[in-house]
């Protein structure tokens, strides 16, 4: 069974950087996008960011657009998500999952078209 591990939360104050990594154990993502996620309480779901399954292209939510950067490990298992100029509304727990089906683009919000869920990492910005 295929695992996506989230870590690098924590707690960190305004303005501070956070970096996230997502590991997938028992195979590698080359040819699948993968996306972040992220979860409030009380919210529902959103996204926050993804990267194409060739690597070539970023897709970011609005509200996180400028701040952070995805990116992918040069094992191609592992995927980044680098947070800068945190704010308090960025608290959260984050996720990363992977596309559906290999090869698939577009739609990159939609969190139906992801799936192997990771257990999340919890990104507390305190004011």
């Known amino acids: 069974q295929v695992q996506l591990v989230e870590s690098g939360g924590g707690l960190v104050q305004v303005g501070d950087s956070l970096r996230l990594s997502c590991a997938a154990s028992g195979r590698t993502f080359s040819n699948v996008a993968m996306g972040w996620f992220r979860q409030a309480p009380g919210k529902e779901r959103e996204f926050v960011a993804a990267?194409?399954?060739?690597?070539?292209?970023?897709y970011y939510a609005d509200s996180v657009k400028g701040r952070f950067i995805i990116s992918r490990g040069n094992a191609k298992n592992t995927v980044y998500l680098q947070m800068n100029s945190l704010k308090p509304e960025d608290t959260a727990v984050y996720y990363c999952?992977?596309?559906?089906?290999?090869?698939?683009?577009?739609?990159?919000?939609?969190?139906?078209?992801?799936?192997?869920w990771g257990q999340g990492t919890k990104v507390t910005v305190s004011s």
């Open positions: 999952a992977k596309r559906l089906s290999v090869f698939s683009s577009g739609n990159y919000y939609r969190p139906d078209l992801y799936d192997n």
């Open positions: 990267i194409s399954w060739s690597g070539g292209s970023t």
